[in-house]
């Protein structure tokens, strides 16, 4: 079982429509990001988030630390949102690395 | 201000021959990590510098895989006598020094595609 694990793998939903991406893991963390990734695009980092609850523009992220699970939303989603999704932690251990999910691929149609 | 620049952008290479990618870090950043996205893998940690310190080589695959950053700026990422299975995109990022207790963003760049004939 993967230590970092997203649902669901893929979306399609229409323009407009409020998205919801969820991880859950099994490690204790320090720290969780959200990246897009998209098609033949470079990783951008979101949020980078460790208690609560983060907000920039139409996207809003949440973690619940103590039930390991964050979730990312998309308010008002466009076709430009479309892209891979990735959630990674970087566990207690003391390194830096992250652990990634196998990521949420995300179409929006028009 | 400049990103996190890699290069190649892309290398084709023969099984055996040994590759170089290149990565230099955002200015002022200590901490640089290398990645690897396999197709159908994910992405996965390889190797963490931070400053002086000792590199976490803990994610290298095997002894083919070496990595070095001089003057704590550019890095490079060596793999030794390609196999097909080393395929795939390698991608650095760098982010300032993590303090006790907080982490900092990384900040990814556009990779390099490497192909494994």
């Known amino acids: 079982k993967n230590e970092v694990e997203q649902s669901p793998q893929n979306l399609t939903a229409q323009e407009g429509e409020f998205i919801t991406i969820n991880c859950s893991y099994s490690?204790?963390?320090?720290?969780l990001h959200w990246l897009q990734q998209h098609p033949g695009g470079g990783i951008v980092s979101l949020f980078m988030l460790s208690s609560g609850k983060k907000k920039h523009g139409r996207l809003i992220a949440t973690i619940n630390i103590q039930e390991k699970h964050s979730s990312l939303h998309i308010t008002a989603s466009h076709p430009r949102d479309s892209a891979v999704y990735i959630c990674a932690v970087i566990p207690y251990q003391g390194a830096q690395k992250l652990v990634f999910g196998q990521g949420t691929r995300l179409t929006i149609n028009p | 201000g400049a990103g996190v620049s890699q290069s190649p952008s892309n290398k084709v290479t023969e099984k055996g021959k040994d590759v170089e990618l290149r990565c230099d870090p955002i200015s002022g950043h200590t901490a640089l990590y290398w990645y690897r996205q396999s197709l159908g893998q994910g992405l996965e940690f390889l190797i963490y510098f931070q400053g002086n310190s000792a590199p976490d080589k803990s994610g290298l695959p095997s002894d083919r895989f070496s990595a070095e950053r001089t003057g704590g700026s550019v890095s490079t990422l060596t793999i030794q006598r390609t196999q097909q299975e080393d395929s795939a995109v390698y991608l650095c990022a760098s982010s300032r020094p993590p303090g006790q207790g907080f982490q900092e963003t990384q900040y990814f760049g556009p990779g390099t595609r490497l192909l494994v004939l």
């Open positions: 490690v204790g963390i320090s720290a």
